[in-house]
Structures are given as structure tokens and as C-alpha cells.
């Protein structure tokens, strides 16, 4: 009885996000942003009443969250476990990610944001060199730890690693990647490595978009504390020539 519950409870799910409407509203907050109706609507390219429905089904099915804010409706993913989801879905379909605006891929892939933390190229060579130093050990498929040279390391950036471990979500996780096929940084260890990135101007971000720059300065720090050789012809370093307007991809 209850794997009957379970299993219509995954197809509601799925038919939930297979929805073009709604997997374009669902992809559309993959970076982390909190957004209205109206703007979901325009996303969506349906009319208001019918995104209220879509929002209200999505909400249902815990895949959304709504704040209240005054008068203002929010709606945003309801945790990183969705953007994660809907990322293991981008791999499997290969390249058929929705795409709302048809420019720049290339630096979307170099650099976004997967809800919390980094996502793309950049985010899985930082991945590979955790690994590859002994910084971050796999205790299992799911999870990582640091090791004491990782901690370290991640101390010496000031972030407060014995706090991320009290917080009620993984610390460390591989989060597979659309556009690599292979894993970047998720659990709080990964959104406190971007927030630190964003906050000593590492990379940037527009508020409307998922695509990270890597600044001049982020380029020579990560190279400098991580031992990573980052690769400049794929995508344009912010602050050494000019970047193009971010764009969002899926």
C-alpha cells in the first residue's frame, strides 16, 4: 500500500514538471531567485490565470514556495533538492535544457549558479581539484567530508565549516551537472564556497540571470589557492576584456 502511495505520488511529480508551462517556470528559478506571478506568467508565455493554476499545482506538490510579503506574492524552487532534480533531468535529456534566450551559451556552461551554490565547467574543475588534493573525501556516493589539510583550506577563506555542519542539509554532495555530465559541489559547503566567491568578487552575477563572470581577480585567486589553470578561450574573463550581457539558458 504505501509503495502504491509512492508511486503515484512520483508520477504526479514528474507529469507535474513534464508540463512545458511548468518546467519553463521551474527552470526559470533555478538561480536562486524569488519571483511574482506575473513575471512566471511572461516566462511561461501564458496568460495570468492560467500560470495561477500551474503555480498552485506546482505548490501543491511541494515544488514551490510562496512567500508573502505585504501585499507581494513571491513564488521561488521550494529547496535545492528541486534545482537538483531538475538538473539530474537536464542530463538525461542531453542538450535539450529549455532555452529562453538563444545567446552565449558557452558562458552559461563555463559558470552558473544551480540554485545555491556554482554549477558548469568551472564549478566541477574546483570539484575535481578537491578531490584530486585529498581536501574533500567521499564518505559515500552521496556525501563528502573535508579532511584536516580541506578544512584548513577552507578556514583559511573564512568560511566557518564546523557552523555548516549544524544546519539541517547535507554539508558536502556531488550535484551531477547538465552541461558537464559529471559533478560540482553541492550541500552548504557549496552555496558558502559561491557566496564567498560572489562577496570577494571572484565572480559576479546579474540579478536576472544564472551565468556567473569570473572577474580578472577570481581568475588569479582560485589559480593561486586551488592549484587550478583555468582555460580563457571559452568564455570572457570580466575585467580584462569586455563580457556580453548574461543571458539565461536553463
Excluded at 578556514?155 to 564546523?162: A, F, H, R
Aim: with cysteine; glycine share 6%.
Amino acid at each position: 500500500m504505501h509503495a502504491e502511495h509512492q508511486d503515484i505520488g512520483v508520477s504526479q511529480v514528474a507529469a507535474a514538471i513534464a508540463e512545458p508551462a511548468r518546467t519553463k517556470i521551474l527552470c526559470s528559478l533555478m538561480d536562486g531567485h524569488a519571483r511574482t506571478s506575473t513575471e512566471l506568467a511572461t516566462i511561461a508565455e501564458v496568460s495570468a490565470s492560467t500560470a495561477s493554476v500551474h503555480l498552485a499545482k506546482l505548490k501543491d506538490l511541494a515544488l514551490l514556495r510562496l512567500h508573502v510579503q505585504g501585499r507581494h506574492r513571491y513564488y521561488s524552487l521550494a529547496d535545492q533538492r528541486v534545482a537538483q532534480a531538475l538538473e539530474a533531468l537536464m542530463v538525461i535529456g542531453q542538450n535539450a535544457a529549455p532555452t529562453f534566450k538563444p545567446h552565449t551559451p558557452d558562458r552559461l556552461q563555463f559558470a552558473r549558479t544551480c540554485y545555491d551554490h556554482m554549477a558548469g565547467t568551472l564549478a566541477v574543475m574546483l570539484h575535481d581539484r578537491l578531490i584530486a588534493a585529498g581536501w574533500l573525501v567521499a564518505t559515500d556516493e552521496q556525501a563528502y567530508r573535508l579532511s584536516d589539510s580541506g578544512e584548513a583550506l577552507f578556514l583559511g577563506l573564512g568560511i566557518d565549516v564546523q557552523d555548516l555542519t549544524t544546519l539541517r542539509r547535507k554539508f558536502a554532495c556531488p550535484c551531477l551537472d547538465w552541461s558537464m555530465r559529471r559533478p560540482h559541489l553541492g550541500g552548504s559547503l557549496g552555496a558558502a564556497l559561491l557566496q564567498t566567491a560572489l562577496k570577494r568578487n571572484w565572480v559576479t552575477q546579474d540579478l536576472d540571470s544564472r551565468a556567473l563572470a569570473l572577474t580578472a581577480l577570481g581568475r588569479k585567486e582560485i589559480s593561486a589557492r586551488f592549484g587550478v589553470e583555468l582555460p580563457i578561450e571559452n568564455h570572457k574573463i570580466k575585467g580584462s576584456q569586455p563580457s556580453a550581457a548574461p543571458t539565461w539558458i536553463g
